[in-house]
C-alpha cells in the first residue's frame, strides 16, 4: 500500500536519471566514434613507414604566413607538386597556427603538413603529434637546424628555413657621430663604446628586443645557455649566464641601451626604424619591415659582437611538420623535399626573406643577397631555441621576469627560472 | 505532499494500476499529450546538451586527467589523475601555482574596482536620461549605449593607440604638464604607488616585512600590489562599455517606478534625494541584483581584452585566471591544469555570486518567511493533522481501492 502521490511524484523524479544516461550515451558515443581512431593509431614511432592511402593522395597544408608574398610562394610550389606528381595539395593560411593545430590534433583529423615553430615543437613530438621523418639528403641541412629538430635522437622533420640575429646600424646616425667601418663593434667593450657615441638626446645608442630571445645571445658570446639541450638539463645559474646578464644589465643602466617600450616601441625594429634607436638586434625579418614601413632609413648589418668566450647569435627556425594521424604521409614527405629544394629554397629568400636550410643553397643565397653575409655566417655559430619539452610556461615567466631586466638582480631571475624549469621537467 | 491533484492528474503521472472506464481513455490522452510534450522541448534539450552539458562534463573529466590534447580525452590511454592538477594550482609549490594565485590577485582587484564603477555609472547615467526634462533623449541613450554594441576587439585596438605612449592621452596629459607613463608597459601597482606618494613605504625597495612573507606562492608585497597601470586601462575599457548595457537595465527598471508613489513622497514633504533613496532605490532592488550578479559573472571572466591588447603582461600583472586557462592549454598543452582552472573559477563565481545574493535579499520578505515558520513550529499538531488530511483525500480521490 503506496501512496499514489509519492509514486507520482517518484517517477517524475526518475526522468532525471533517464536524460542524465541518455546524455552519458551520447557521450560515449562521441567518444567511441571518431576521434579514438586517431589516438589508437599512434603515432611517434620512427620504425613506421609513412602512412599512404591507395589513388592520388588530397594534401592539407596549413601554413602561419608572414604575407602575401610567404603565401603566393608556398601555394605555387605545392600547386607545381600537385601537377607533377598528380596529387592535390590545398595551402590554408592559419590565423592562430598553435590554436588551429592544437584542435586538429584533439579530433584526430590535424592538416597533413604544417609549419612548426621551434619553440613549439618538443610539446608536440612528445605528445606523439609528429610523424618522425628523414629526407634522404639530410645531411644536407645545417647540423644546428637538423638538433634544433631532435628530441631524444630522434629527428623529428625538415627544418623549412632559418633567420638568425645581427646588429643593424643607421648609417646616418653612424656618420653623424664621425663613425667608419672600423669601428664596427667586435666585442662587448666596443659595443658598449659605440653605444654611448650615437647616444643623443633624441636617440638611444641601441635597442634591445626584451625576453630571452635577445638577451640569449649575450649568454652564448660569454659560453653559456639556458639550458644544455643535448644533456637535458637546465644551466641558467652558471656564472657565466650571470655575468652576461649582468653586462647587459650595465647596457641599459649606462642609458645608452633602451628596451623598446623605453622608447615606445613594440619591437627593436620600430624603435630602429622610427631612429629612436641607432642600433638594434634583430632578424632576418627587419629586412621587411624595414622596406614596407620605413623605406627612407639607410642601415647596414653587421655581425653580432663577440663576447669573452667569441662569436655567438640565436637561431630561429621552423620546420615542415606531418602529422602522425595523417593517411598521406609518404606523400608528404615527398612535397617537403619539393619544398626544400636548393632552387626553391632561393626563391622563398627572394619573395619573403627567408634563408635556406641547406648548406647546397648557401652560395647562391650569399651571391644574391651580399649584404644578408652577417646573417647566414651566424647559422655556423648560432644556437637554436630550447626545445625541452614542458617547458613553455617557464619560458614565458622568464621572459616576463626579464622585462625588469634594468633593476632586477640577475641572478634571481636565473635561479627562479632554474628552480621552474627543473621542476617543469620532472613532471 | 500538501498539494491537492485532481484524479485524472494523478493517475496520469504515477502510470501504475490502470484505473476502469473513462478513466482509461483520460489516460492516453495525457500520455500523448507528455510525448509531445517531450518532443516539442526536444530540440532545446539536444542543443542544450550537446553543447552545454556534454562539454562540461568532457571538462570536468580533463580535469581529473592527463590528457594531453591528442585524441578523444575518454580514449583509453587517458589516465585519471584525481586531484593532481588542482593540487598543482592551490597546494603544490611552484610556477603553476604562483601563475594562477597571480592571475587571481589581478582579477581580484579588477572585480573589485570594476563592478562597482559599471553600476554607479550606470545608474547615474540612466537617472540622468530618465528625467522628464531632458532633451533630445533618443541620442544620449543612443550615445551612450554605443560602446556595448561594438565590438570588444575593436574597441580594444582604439585604447591601444589612445593609450599608447605617444597617443591622445598622453599627448593630453602633456598639455596639462603631466609626464604620462608608457600605459600598456608599466607594470608598478597603484597601491605601491599610492603607499609610496603617501610615505608609507618605498617601492623601489619594500619593506622586508612584507616581502619575506610568501602566502600560497606570492609575497605579501606582491599581494598588495593593487592593479596594475596596464590593468587600469583594461578597467577604463571595461567599465566604459558595459556601461551602456546596465543603463538600459536599470532605465527599463526606473520607468516602471510608478509616478504615484514619488509624487506621494514629495507631497509628504521628501527631498529629492530623500525620495530616490528611499523610494526609487529600493524599487530598484531586483535590477540592482541583476546587475551586480552579471558584472561579477562578466568580470571574473574577462578575457578578450586581454587576448588583444596585453597577452597578460607586462610582468603577468594583466594575466586572469581565463587568459591562464587558455594559454595553458593551447600554448602549453596542459589541458588537465587549464580545466581544472576553469573549474576553481565556477566555484569562486558561484560562491561570490550567492553571498552577494544573499547580501541583497529582501530583507522583510525574509523576516516574513522566518516568522511563518517559527509560527508553524509552534503549532506542530496542527501542521500533522492537515498533512494527514491532505493524504487521506488524495488517496480517496484517486479511487483508492487497495485499503
Same mark, same amino acid.
Given at each position: 500500500m503506496t501512496n499514489p502521490l509519492t509514486r507520482a511524484a517518484r517517477s517524475r523524479r526518475a526522468t532525471v536519471p533517464v536524460l542524465t544516461l541518455a546524455a552519458l550515451s551520447l557521450l560515449a558515443a562521441c567518444g567511441g566514434g571518431g576521434f579514438d581512431d586517431g589516438a589508437a593509431a599512434g603515432g611517434g614511432d620512427a620504425s613506421a613507414p609513412p602512412a599512404s592511402a591507395e589513388g592520388p593522395a588530397a594534401l592539407r597544408v596549413l601554413i602561419a604566413s608572414s604575407g602575401d608574398a610567404e603565401t603566393a610562394a608556398v601555394t605555387d610550389a605545392a600547386q607545381a607538386w600537385a601537377e607533377e606528381s598528380g596529387n592535390t595539395a590545398e595551402v &590554408? &593560411?592559419?590565423?592562430?597556427?598553435?590554436?588551429?593545430?592544437?584542435?586538429?590534433?584533439?579530433?584526430?583529423?590535424?592538416?597533413? /603538413?604544417?609549419?612548426?615553430?621551434?619553440?613549439?615543437?618538443? $610539446?608536440?613530438? &612528445?605528445?606523439?603529434?609528429?610523424?618522425?621523418?628523414?629526407?634522404?639528403?639530410?645531411?644536407d641541412f645545417y647540423p644546428s637546424l637538423r638538433e634544433t629538430f631532435t628530441l631524444d635522437?630522434?629527428?623529428?622533420?625538415?627544418?623549412?628555413?632559418?633567420?638568425? /640575429?645581427?646588429?643593424?646600424?643607421?648609417?646616418?646616425? %653612424?656618420?653623424?657621430?664621425?663613425?667608419?667601418?672600423?669601428?664596427?663593434?667586435?666585442? %662587448?667593450?666596443?659595443?658598449?663604446?659605440?653605444?654611448?657615441?650615437?647616444?643623443?638626446?633624441?636617440?638611444?645608442? /641601441?635597442?634591445?628586443?626584451?625576453?630571452?630571445?635577445?638577451?640569449?645571445?649575450?649568454?652564448?658570446?660569454?659560453?653559456?645557455? %639556458?639550458?644544455?639541450?643535448?644533456?637535458?638539463?637546465?644551466?641558467?645559474?652558471?656564472?657565466?649566464?650571470?655575468?652576461?646578464?649582468?653586462?647587459?644589465q650595465g647596457l641599459l643602466d649606462s642609458g645608452s641601451a633602451v628596451l623598446p617600450p623605453d622608447v615606445d616601441s613594440g619591437w627593436g625594429g620600430e624603435?630602429?626604424?622610427?631612429?629612436?634607436?641607432?642600433?638594434?638586434?634583430?632578424?632576418?625579418?627587419?629586412?621587411?619591415?624595414?622596406?614596407?614601413?620605413?623605406?627612407?632609413?639607410?642601415?647596414?648589418v653587421a655581425e653580432l659582437p663577440e663576447g669573452p668566450a667569441g662569436k655567438g647569435t640565436l637561431l630561429f627556425t621552423q620546420c615542415w611538420g606531418i602529422a602522425a594521424d595523417s593517411p598521406n604521409q609518404a606523400a608528404a614527405v615527398d612535397l617537403v623535399s619539393y619544398l626544400t629544394q636548393p632552387d626553391q629554397q632561393i626563391t622563398n629568400a627572394e619573395a619573403f626573406g627567408v634563408m635556406p636550410s641547406r648548406q647546397s643553397a648557401e652560395e647562391d643565397y650569399v651571391a644574391a643577397f651580399p649584404d644578408d653575409a652577417p646573417f647566414i655566417a651566424g647559422g655556423e655559430y648560432g644556437q637554436g631555441p630550447v626545445t625541452l619539452p614542458g617547458l613553455v610556461p617557464a619560458l614565458a615567466d622568464l621572459d616576463s621576469q626579464l622585462e625588469r631586466i634594468k633593476t632586477a638582480d640577475p641572478a634571481g631571475i636565473l635561479e627562479s627560472f632554474q628552480t621552474n624549469a627543473e621542476a617543469a621537467l620532472q613532471q | 505532499m500538501s498539494t491537492v491533484r485532481t484524479p485524472s492528474e494523478a493517475s496520469a503521472t504515477t502510470g501504475t494500476r490502470p484505473p476502469e472506464g473513462p478513466l482509461r481513455t483520460s489516460k492516453g490522452r495525457f500520455g500523448d499529450r507528455n510525448a509531445v510534450g517531450w518532443l516539442f522541448v526536444s530540440p532545446t534539450l539536444i542543443v542544450l546538451g550537446l553543447f552545454l552539458f556534454v562539454p562540461i562534463v568532457m571538462a570536468l573529466w580533463v580535469s581529473f586527467s592527463d590528457w594531453n590534447g591528442r585524441g578523444s580525452?575518454?580514449?583509453?590511454?587517458?589516465?585519471?589523475?584525481?586531484?593532481?592538477?588542482?593540487?598543482?594550482? /592551490?597546494? $603544490?609549490?611552484?610556477?603553476?601555482?604562483? $601563475?594562477?594565485?597571480?592571475?587571481?590577485?589581478n582579477n581580484f582587484y579588477y572585480v573589485l574596482l570594476v563592478v562597482p564603477a559599471q553600476t554607479v555609472f550606470a545608474l547615474f547615467l540612466a537617472v540622468v536620461l530618465n528625467n522628464q526634462l531632458l532633451k533630445a533623449k533618443g541620442f544620449f541613450r543612443t550615445a551612450f549605449y554605443f560602446p556595448s554594441v561594438t565590438s570588444s576587439v575593436a574597441i580594444s585596438l582604439v585604447f591601444l593607440f589612445l593609450f599608447a605612449g605617444t597617443g591622445v592621452v598622453n599627448t593630453g596629459l602633456d598639455l596639462l604638464g603631466i609626464d604620462g607613463p608608457i600605459w600598456f608597459a608599466d607594470s608598478r601597482g597603484l597601491l605601491h604607488l599610492l603607499g609610496d606618494g603617501l610615505g608609507f613605504w618605498d617601492a623601489g625597495a619594500p619593506p622586508a616585512g612584507l616581502t619575506s612573507t610568501s602566502i600560497l606562492g606570492l609575497s605579501a608585497w606582491q599581494w598588495l600590489s593593487g592593479p596594475s597601470v596596464a590593468l587600469s586601462v583594461i578597467m577604463m575599457l571595461v567599465v566604459w562599455t558595459t556601461t551602456g548595457t546596465f543603463m538600459l537595465l536599470f532605465l527599463a527598471a526606473l520607468q516602471d517606478v510608478p509616478v504615484e508613489v514619488e509624487e506621494a513622497a514629495r507631497v509628504d514633504g521628501a527631498s529629492r534625494w530623500q525620495s530616490f533613496k528611499a523610494v526609487t532605490l529600493p524599487h530598484l532592488r531586483p535590477t540592482m541584483l541583476l546587475v551586480i550578479t552579471l558584472g561579477i559573472i562578466g568580470t571574473w571572466q574577462v578575457f578578450d581584452q586581454v587576448y588583444v591588447m596585453t597577452q597578460g603582461g607586462p610582468g603577468k600583472t594583466t594575466l586572469t585566471p581565463a587568459y591562464l586557462s587558455y594559454s595553458y592549454a593551447f600554448e602549453s598543452g596542459q589541458w588537465g591544469v587549464a580545466a581544472a582552472m576553469a573549474f576553481v573559477l565556477f566555484l569562486i563565481i558561484f560562491v561570490l555570486t550567492s553571498l552577494q545574493r544573499y547580501v541583497l535579499r529582501d530583507k522583510d520578505e525574509a523576516k516574513d518567511r522566518k516568522l511563518e515558520r517559527q509560527a508553524a513550529r509552534r503549532r506542530p499538531d496542527l501542521e500533522a493533522r492537515r498533512a494527514h488530511s491532505t493524504a487521506v483525500l488524495g488517496n480517496q480521490q484517486s479511487g483508492g481501492g487497495s485499503l
Open positions: &590554408v &593560411v592559419a590565423t592562430d597556427i598553435t590554436q588551429e593545430l592544437t584542435q586538429g590534433f584533439a579530433g584526430g583529423s590535424p592538416p597533413d /603538413l604544417f609549419y612548426v615553430d621551434a619553440g613549439a615543437f618538443p $610539446d608536440y613530438a &612528445v605528445n606523439g603529434n609528429l610523424y618522425p621523418y628523414e629526407l634522404d639528403d639530410n645531411d635522437g630522434t629527428q623529428y622533420c625538415a627544418p623549412k628555413d632559418f633567420s638568425t /640575429l645581427a646588429l643593424q646600424i643607421n648609417t646616418a646616425s %653612424w656618420e653623424a657621430a664621425g663613425l667608419t667601418d672600423a669601428d664596427i663593434p667586435t666585442t %662587448w667593450e666596443e659595443l658598449q663604446t659605440v653605444a654611448d657615441t650615437l647616444t643623443t638626446p633624441d636617440q638611444a645608442g /641601441l635597442v634591445i628586443g626584451g625576453g630571452r630571445d635577445r638577451a640569449g645571445a649575450f649568454l652564448v658570446q660569454n659560453g653559456g645557455f %639556458w639550458v644544455d639541450g643535448a644533456e637535458g638539463t637546465i644551466t641558467a645559474t652558471d656564472e657565466t649566464n650571470v655575468e652576461a646578464l649582468a653586462y647587459v624603435a630602429f626604424g622610427t631612429q629612436r634607436a641607432a642600433m638594434t638586434m634583430e632578424g632576418n625579418w627587419i629586412r621587411g619591415a624595414m622596406s614596407n614601413d620605413y623605406p627612407d632609413v639607410a642601415y647596414t | 580525452p575518454f580514449a583509453g590511454t587517458v589516465g585519471f589523475v584525481g586531484l593532481d592538477n588542482y593540487t598543482r594550482l /592551490l597546494t $603544490d609549490e611552484g610556477l603553476t601555482r604562483s $601563475d594562477f594565485m597571480t592571475s587571481m590577485r
